[in-house]
C-alpha cells in the first residue's frame, strides 16, 4: 500500500527510519506554490499536465524506482554536497537539479537544498523486488 506523504523534515529528524529498506517507488511531492517558483507554467501548459495530488494539495513533481527506498530518499535528500561526488558523477541528479532551478551554489548550497529538502514530503510503496516495481502505475 502507497503511504501518505510524510514530510522530510520528520523523515530526516528520525535518520529515515520509517522508510523501509526494499525496493520499491517514491514519489516526492512539492508545495503547489512551487510550481509557479520552478517556472513550470512558463515551459509548458500545465491545464494539460496529469499531475499527482497529495491530500493537502501538495503535488508531485518527481517519482523513481529504487533497489532500496531508504538509501535512494535518504541520498537525494541529504546527499553531502563535496566536490567528490561532482567529480566522480556519483551525485543525485534530482539533488542537483533543484541546486541549479534555485540557483543555489553548489560548493555552498549544502544548508539551503537541506532546507529546501525539508519543503517538501515524499511517499512510497514498497514492492519486495524491483520488477512488480516498474509494473506500479504512477497515475
Given at each position: 500500500?502507497?503511504?501518505?506523504?510524510?514530510p522530510?523534515?520528520?523523515?530526516?529528524?528520525h535518520?529515515?527510519?520509517?522508510?523501509?529498506?526494499s525496493?520499491?517507488?517514491?514519489?516526492?511531492?512539492?508545495?503547489?506554490?512551487?510550481?509557479?517558483?520552478?517556472?513550470?507554467?512558463?515551459?509548458?501548459?500545465?491545464s494539460?499536465?496529469?499531475?499527482?495530488?497529495?491530500?493537502?494539495?501538495?503535488v508531485?513533481?518527481?517519482?523513481?524506482?529504487a533497489?532500496?527506498?531508504?538509501?535512494?530518499?535518504?541520498?537525494?535528500?541529504?546527499?553531502?554536497?563535496?566536490?567528490?561526488?561532482?567529480?566522480?558523477?556519483?551525485?543525485?541528479?534530482?539533488?542537483?537539479t533543484?541546486?541549479?532551478?534555485?540557483?543555489?551554489?553548489?560548493?555552498?548550497?549544502?544548508?539551503?537544498?537541506?532546507?529546501y529538502?525539508?519543503?517538501?514530503?515524499?511517499?512510497?510503496?514498497?514492492?519486495?523486488?524491483?520488477?512488480?516495481?516498474?509494473?506500479?502505475?504512477?497515475?
Amino acid at each position: 500500500m502507497t503511504t501518505q506523504p510524510q514530510p522530510v523534515s520528520s523523515l530526516r529528524s528520525h535518520s529515515w527510519s520509517a522508510v523501509p529498506r526494499s525496493p520499491g517507488v517514491y514519489w516526492w511531492y512539492f508545495p503547489a506554490s512551487y510550481v509557479d517558483d520552478l517556472g513550470i507554467p512558463k515551459l509548458c501548459d500545465t491545464s494539460r499536465l496529469r499531475l499527482r495530488y497529495a491530500r493537502d494539495g501538495r503535488v508531485c513533481l518527481y517519482h523513481g524506482l529504487a533497489k532500496d527506498l531508504r538509501q535512494r530518499i535518504a541520498w537525494h535528500a541529504a546527499q553531502k554536497l563535496l566536490p567528490s561526488a561532482l567529480n566522480s558523477g556519483f551525485l543525485s541528479t534530482f539533488r542537483l537539479t533543484l541546486l541549479a532551478l534555485n540557483d543555489f551554489e553548489y560548493l555552498n548550497g549544502g544548508g539551503q537544498i537541506d532546507n529546501y529538502f525539508d519543503s517538501l514530503s515524499i511517499a512510497w510503496l514498497a514492492t519486495g523486488d524491483l520488477p512488480p516495481a516498474s509494473r506500479t502505475s504512477v497515475k
